[in-house]
Nanobody, 125 residues
Framework: QVQLVESGGGLVQTGGSVRLSCVAS????????MGWFRQAPGKEREFVAG???????YYRDSVKGRFTISRDNAKNTVYLQIASLKPEDTAVYFC???????????????????WGQGTQVTVSS
C-alpha cells in the first residue's frame, strides 16, 4: 500500500502562485510515476501533470508554462508549482500513483491506484 498526503492549497488571488506538495509513505518506490489531477465542482477529474522517476514531465496543454511538476525522491515528495493562477484553476488537486513501476505517464485516472485526499485551491477574482 502507498499513502499519499497533499498539502499547500488555500485561497489565492488571481495572478498569484501556490506550491502543492504530496508526500508518499508506505510501500513507496521512487520508480513510480506520480501524477497530479484536479477536479472542479460539477466537472470530471482531469490530469494536469505527471513526472517519471527520472524526471521526465508531461503536462496538460492548457497548463503548460504555468504549472511545474517536480519530485524529490529522497523525501518521497512530489511538488506542483502553479503560477499566474486563474479563477478556472479553482479545484481540488489530487496526487496519484499507479500500482506498477514504469515510466509511462498516463493521463487517465483509472491508470492510477493510489490517491491522496486532495487539497483545495481557490482562486479569487
Amino acid at each position: 500500500q502507498v499513502q499519499l498526503v497533499e498539502s499547500g492549497g488555500g485561497l489565492v488571488q488571481t495572478g498569484g502562485s501556490v506550491r502543492l506538495s504530496c508526500v508518499a509513505s508506505g510501500r513507496t518506490r521512487t520508480s513510480y510515476v506520480m501524477g497530479w489531477f484536479r477536479q472542479a465542482p460539477g466537472k470530471e477529474r482531469e490530469f494536469v501533470a505527471g513526472i517519471s522517476w527520472s524526471g521526465t514531465t508531461y503536462y496538460r496543454d492548457s497548463v503548460k508554462g504555468r504549472f511545474t511538476i517536480s519530485r524529490d525522491n529522497a523525501k518521497n515528495t512530489v511538488y506542483l508549482q502553479i503560477a499566474s493562477l486563474k479563477p478556472e484553476d479553482t479545484a481540488v488537486y489530487f496526487c496519484a500513483a499507479p500500482d506498477s513501476i514504469g515510466s509511462y505517464i498516463s493521463t487517465e485516472p483509472y491508470d492510477y491506484k493510489y490517491w491522496g485526499q486532495g487539497t483545495q485551491v481557490t482562486v479569487s477574482s
